[in-house]
């Protein structure tokens, strides 16, 4: 839902910013490396020492990154199968950081092994979530429904991060990380179900 009702505003506000690095010479794909990599270092590297508040700060100057190389490559008028296929490889590989990055912690210093398996969850879910919607696309199908999505999942888990990291009670974390994991199956089921009717009348249409 956030990917449909946010991305048109920061489109229109990180216009500019990417306009600028064109001019400055620098190619979606750096940028798409660059923001990938300090997700990760932020998320890697504050989380596991218990610094929620500063990580979540990293982790958003860096997460815009996604939009901001879009922007580039419509301007550049060169999107394609390769732009795309970084892109959405390396997000995957950011939201792994983040999730691992709190049940790193919360399996050591921050002593809550249920926090921690949450995490867990929230990342091999959120992977299916992403594969189910890839693997349909490359049978030629669609597996674009669900309730969980990337950026519901992202703002979520970030923004209940930042606040606990501010002083916000763990507990709201740990539910709000349940809830997650929750709706991130209940995404997974719903693009099966997806595809399975998708292929059921692809294989009625042939024999008919």
Do not use: H
């Not at 030629?140 to 969980?148: E, H, L, P």
């Amino acid at each position: 839902m956030l990917n449909r009702y946010a991305r048109a505003t920061f489109t229109r506000i990180l216009t500019p910013v990417a306009k600028l690095l064109l001019r400055l010479g620098i190619s979606p794909d750096v940028v798409t490396v660059i923001g990938t990599l300090g997700v990760s270092l932020g998320a890697l590297i504050f989380f596991p020492r218990g610094e929620l508040l500063i990580g979540v700060l990293v982790i958003t100057a860096f997460v815009f990154s996604d939009t901001v190389d879009g922007i580039m490559a419509r301007e550049q008028e060169r999107s394609g199968d390769w732009g795309a296929f970084l892109d959405s490889t390396l997000d995957r590989m950011g939201d792994a950081a983040i999730f691992a990055g709190l049940a790193i912690w919360f399996f050591q210093g921050g002593d809550d092994r249920i926090m921690a398996w949450l995490a867990l969850a929230c990342l091999v879910l959120g992977s299916l979530v992403s594969y189910a919607r890839a693997r349909a696309e490359g049978l030629g199908m669609r597996a674009d429904v669900g309730i969980a999505e990337r950026a519901d999942r992202l703002v979520a888990a970030l923004v209940t991060t930042g606040l606990v990291g501010m002083g916000l009670p763990e507990v709201v974390l740990k539910v709000v990380l349940a809830v997650l994991a929750v709706a991130s199956l209940a995404t997974v089921i719903q693009r099966i179900l997806c595809v399975r009717q998708q292929a059921r009348a692809a294989t009625s249409a042939a024999t008919s």
